[in-house]
């Protein structure tokens, strides 16, 4: 975050983190250039981890159901054990 801030011109205006504990360590890393989030870049988590929203600003995350995630895992593997066949997979989930 801190090497994107160092071009003032080309600040971003969202950042979308790979989950809700690096989005607040993006936030963290705003304040300490005197940036405000949302006023000055929006920034969105991914995994809507509890409490996110108890934070200052409140953490807008993208939820995935880990049970979904879990059952769509073991569903490959299992597959894959059985046709004794491990073929790449791409599974879209839904997410909110």
């Known amino acids: 975050m801190d090497e994107l801030l160092?071009?003032?011109?080309?600040?971003?205006?969202?950042?979308?983190?790979?989950?809700?504990?690096?989005?607040f360590g993006?936030?963290?890393?705003?304040?300490?250039h005197?940036?405000?989030?949302?006023?000055?870049?929006?920034?969105?988590g991914f995994n809507d981890m509890p409490f996110a929203e108890d934070f200052w600003p409140p953490l807008t995350s993208v939820h995935m159901s880990l049970r979904e995630i879990g059952a769509e895992a073991a569903r490959v593997l299992l597959h894959g054990i059985e046709s004794r066949e491990q073929e790449p997979a791409t599974l879209t989930l839904r997410c909110r």
């Open 34 to 44: 005197g940036l405000r989030c949302p006023e000055d870049v929006s920034v969105v």
């Open 6 to 23: 160092a071009h003032p011109g080309e600040r971003p205006p969202a950042v979308v983190a790979g989950n809700d504990l690096v989005a």
């Open 26 to 32: 993006v936030i963290r890393r705003l304040r300490v």
